[in-house]
């Protein structure tokens, strides 16, 4: 698991300077991340890594990225953020 300052340092990084990834990507952080396993913690630290663009197109579900271990944490993303929304 990460430390909390890991955690902060992984809070910042969802700020991502477009509200529509703000909107899926910080409530998911605060409210999903801590349960997730490990490994799924690591592949959205990885996730955090991309292109504002590639994350726009994952997150409204135009594509899936190419990234076996990216589709995961991505369908994690969205199933969370299409419960939210209901």
């Given at each position: 698991?990460?430390?909390?300052n890991?955690f ?6 969802c ?17 999903r991340?801590r ?8 592949r959205f ?10 994350l ?8 899936e990225p ?7 944490i991505v369908?994690?993303?969205n199933a ?7």
């Amino acid at each position: 698991m990460v430390s909390e300052n890991e955690f902060k340092r992984i809070c910042w990084a969802c700020r991502r300077g477009m509200l529509e990834l703000d909107l899926v990507m910080e409530p998911f952080v605060q409210k999903r991340f801590r349960d997730l396993d490990e490994e799924d913690q690591q592949r959205f630290i990885k996730l955090l890594e991309c292109e504002d663009t590639e994350l726009f197109s994952w997150f409204l579900g135009r594509v899936e990225p190419e990234d076996p271990e990216l589709v995961k944490i991505v369908r994690i993303i969205n199933a969370y953020a299409k419960a939210a929304a209901s």
